[in-house]
Protein backbone atom coordinates (compact mmCIF):
# COMPACT_ATOMS: atom_id res chain seq x y z
CA UNK A 1 0.00 0.00 0.00
CA UNK A 2 2.60 2.35 0.81
CA UNK A 3 4.48 1.27 -2.58
CA UNK A 4 1.47 2.34 -4.21
CA UNK A 5 1.02 5.79 -2.71
CA UNK A 6 4.64 6.54 -3.31
CA UNK A 7 4.62 5.79 -6.84
CA UNK A 8 0.98 7.76 -7.26
CA UNK A 9 -1.07 4.35 -7.92
CA UNK A 10 -3.64 5.07 -4.74
CA UNK A 11 -4.28 8.50 -3.16
CA UNK A 12 -5.30 7.86 0.60
CA UNK A 13 -7.35 11.25 -0.09
CA UNK A 14 -9.76 9.10 -1.78
CA UNK A 15 -10.69 7.78 1.82
CA UNK A 16 -11.43 10.91 3.39
CA UNK A 17 -15.37 11.33 4.57
CA UNK A 18 -14.96 13.91 7.61
CA UNK A 19 -12.74 16.88 8.79
CA UNK A 20 -13.20 19.01 11.98
CA UNK A 21 -10.87 20.85 14.34
CA UNK A 22 -8.86 20.14 17.71
CA UNK A 23 -12.28 20.72 19.18
CA UNK A 24 -14.05 18.15 17.20
CA UNK A 25 -11.68 15.47 18.30
CA UNK A 26 -13.40 13.54 21.30
CA UNK A 27 -16.60 13.93 18.41
CA UNK A 28 -14.29 12.01 16.12
CA UNK A 29 -13.38 9.41 17.82
CA UNK A 30 -16.75 8.68 19.04
CA UNK A 31 -17.64 8.80 15.20
CA UNK A 32 -14.88 6.18 14.35
CA UNK A 33 -16.12 4.14 17.04
CA UNK A 34 -20.06 4.08 16.47
CA UNK A 35 -19.05 3.71 12.40
CA UNK A 36 -20.81 7.04 11.94
CA UNK A 37 -18.47 7.53 8.80
CA UNK A 38 -17.39 4.73 6.47
CA UNK A 39 -14.10 5.80 5.86
CA UNK A 40 -11.48 8.47 7.67
CA UNK A 41 -12.02 11.16 9.70
CA UNK A 42 -9.12 13.78 9.53
CA UNK A 43 -8.73 16.47 12.52
CA UNK A 44 -6.78 19.49 12.32
CA UNK A 45 -5.04 20.18 15.26
CA UNK A 46 -4.10 24.25 14.27
CA UNK A 47 -7.74 24.78 13.85
CA UNK A 48 -10.18 25.26 16.42
CA UNK A 49 -14.17 25.87 16.05
CA UNK A 50 -14.75 23.60 13.02
CA UNK A 51 -17.21 21.24 13.70
CA UNK A 52 -16.54 17.46 12.84
CA UNK A 53 -18.15 17.76 9.12
CA UNK A 54 -18.74 15.35 6.49
CA UNK A 55 -17.69 16.15 3.40
CA UNK A 56 -20.88 15.85 1.81
CA UNK A 57 -22.06 18.71 4.14
CA UNK A 58 -18.96 20.78 3.95
CA UNK A 59 -20.61 23.36 1.61
CA UNK A 60 -23.39 24.48 4.46
CA UNK A 61 -20.30 24.41 7.30
CA UNK A 62 -17.23 25.87 5.19
CA UNK A 63 -18.66 27.10 1.93
CA UNK A 64 -15.24 28.71 0.80
CA UNK A 65 -13.53 25.22 1.30
CA UNK A 66 -16.86 23.08 0.16
CA UNK A 67 -15.64 23.70 -4.27
CA UNK A 68 -11.71 22.22 -3.07
CA UNK A 69 -12.18 19.23 -3.08
CA UNK A 70 -12.41 16.62 -6.61
CA UNK A 71 -15.45 15.55 -7.81
CA UNK A 72 -17.27 13.10 -5.90
CA UNK A 73 -16.76 14.65 -2.23
CA UNK A 74 -12.56 13.59 -2.98
CA UNK A 75 -10.74 15.33 -0.71
CA UNK A 76 -7.54 16.94 -2.00
CA UNK A 77 -4.29 18.65 -0.34
CA UNK A 78 -5.43 22.14 -1.93
CA UNK A 79 -8.13 21.20 -0.17
CA UNK A 80 -7.04 20.99 3.27
CA UNK A 81 -4.77 23.86 2.75
CA UNK A 82 -7.54 26.01 1.82
CA UNK A 83 -9.00 25.03 5.20
CA UNK A 84 -5.99 25.95 7.24
CA UNK A 85 -5.96 28.88 5.40
CA UNK A 86 -9.25 30.30 5.73
CA UNK A 87 -9.68 29.17 9.41
CA UNK A 88 -6.27 29.07 11.29
CA UNK A 89 -5.42 32.17 13.57
CA UNK A 90 -2.02 31.81 14.86
Known amino acids: MIRKVLAGELS ?4 VVAVGGIDAVQDGIRAM ?3 RYSGEVVIFPQISGLPLTGL ?8 AVAARPAPGDVWTREAGAS ?8
Open 12 to 15: PNQS
Open 33 to 35: MEG
Open 56 to 63: ANLKTVVP
Open 83 to 90: LIELLWEP
